[in-house]
């Protein structure tokens, strides 16, 4: 559930949004804003927060993070869950310490999801029941999930048919709310509850060329896989309580190569089909952004793309001054 501001807060929040697909260099430039801005840097990715997943989530280096603090980077162990809900809480926080500062705050990320239960408020969803949840994958490697897929169309149709048959990992938070509530995710959905309360700057990095953007997700798995994703992933495995069902593991990348290291996927295999979840990945991020209200656009591959965004925070910062 989205948190609302509290009358306790003495400065009302003001905070710039750098969204954008993978691999549009969120995190390149919000380090160069940060060098000339009076920003403090918050990450908006549902697998940073996890600690050991690093080559695969694009994590920044250790260096970068010492010289350039993000919040919200490694807060989690990969075996525990982490929501929408929950991160709202925790951002809310965080932009409040930075204002009391005198600072602002400059959120940065891909995961669409974060941004829109921040700005535009989140449903009142049960939380994660591990043991409803171990339940449901047990029948589901006995019954396959195209059957507990038409089991969730019982309960809630109008979820299921936004849902694929072998959509495992939404099937089941589907099911799990549904059967937790007894009630439909769909009518859960249609009661959102508020945003935080804050005033944004909402800026995308856009490709002007999306087989540009794909060349560059190609290009940044394989240096990945150069640097250890393999062997990342196969620590994150031999972790107690970790597995491949678990939430953190079905990242994109992080799945794939589990599937490998489980003798599901050849690792060529592997590799082709963590490119094209990369891709859809970006796909997604961008049907997310083209419906974005006051949203200033970059393109991510315009060599004049910091002195626009100088541009536009400079504007920002007179309105806000003199507002």
Same mark, same amino acid.
């Given at each position: 559930?989205?948190? @609302? ?7 009302? *929040? ?9 691999? @549009? ?8 804003? %940060? ?25 920044? %280096? ?15 162990? =990969?075996? #525990? ?22 600072? *602002? ?16 408020? !989140? ?6 029941? =591990? ?48 059967? %937790? ?12 509850? =508020? ?5 944004? !700057?909402?800026?995308?990095?856009? =490709? ?25 992933? #196969?620590?994150?495995? @031999? ?16 799945? #794939? ?13 592997? #590799?082709?089909?963590?490119? *094209? ?20 656009? !970059? ?25």
């Amino acid at each position: 559930m989205a948190v @609302a501001m509290t009358n306790s807060t003495p400065k009302p *929040i003001r905070a710039i949004c750098l969204m954008g697909p993978t691999a @549009a260099g969120k995190t390149e430039l919000a380090i160069e804003l %940060s060098q000339e801005f009076p920003v403090e840097l918050v990450s908006v990715d549902s697998v940073q927060v996890y600690r050991g997943m690093d080559i695969g989530a694009a994590k920044p %280096s250790r260096k970068i993070l010492d010289a350039h603090p993000h919040r919200l980077i490694n807060i989690r162990d =990969p075996w #525990q869950t982490y929501s929408a809900g929950q991160f709202c809480r925790d951002v809310v926080v965080a932009m409040s310490e930075i204002v009391e500062a005198g600072r *602002i705050p400059l959120l940065t990320g891909g995961t669409m999801l974060y941004f829109q239960a921040l700005q535009r408020g !989140l449903a009142e969803l049960p939380e994660a029941d =591990p043991v409803l949840r171990a339940q449901l994958n047990k029948r589901a490697l006995s019954e396959g999930w195209p059957a507990l897929h038409a089991e969730l169309h019982t309960f809630d149709p109008v979820t299921a048919e936004r849902i694929k048959p072998n959509d495992a990992q939404r099937i089941q938070r589907a099911l799990e709310v549904c059967l %937790s509530a007894n009630e439909s995710m769909s009518e859960l959905v249609a009661a959102t509850a =508020p945003p935080v309360e804050a005033s944004y !700057l909402n800026i995308a990095l856009l =490709p002007s060329d999306r087989q540009l953007l794909h060349e560059r997700i190609a290009c940044r798995l394989e240096q990945m896989f150069a640097e250890g994703l393999v062997d990342e992933v #196969q620590a994150l495995l @031999a972790l107690s309580g970790v597995s491949l069902e678990t939430p953190a593991m079905r990242a994109v990348g992080y799945r #794939q190569i589990g599937l490998y290291l489980t003798g599901k996927l050849s690792l060529e295999d592997a #590799q082709l089909k963590a490119v *094209i979840a990369t891709r859809r990945l970006a796909k997604r991020q961008l049907t997310w952004l083209r419906s974005w209200p006051d949203l200033h656009v !970059l393109d991510c591959f315009s060599p004049d793309r910091l002195v626009t965004v100088r541009k536009i925070l400079h504007s920002w910062l007179d309105d806000r001054a003199t507002s």
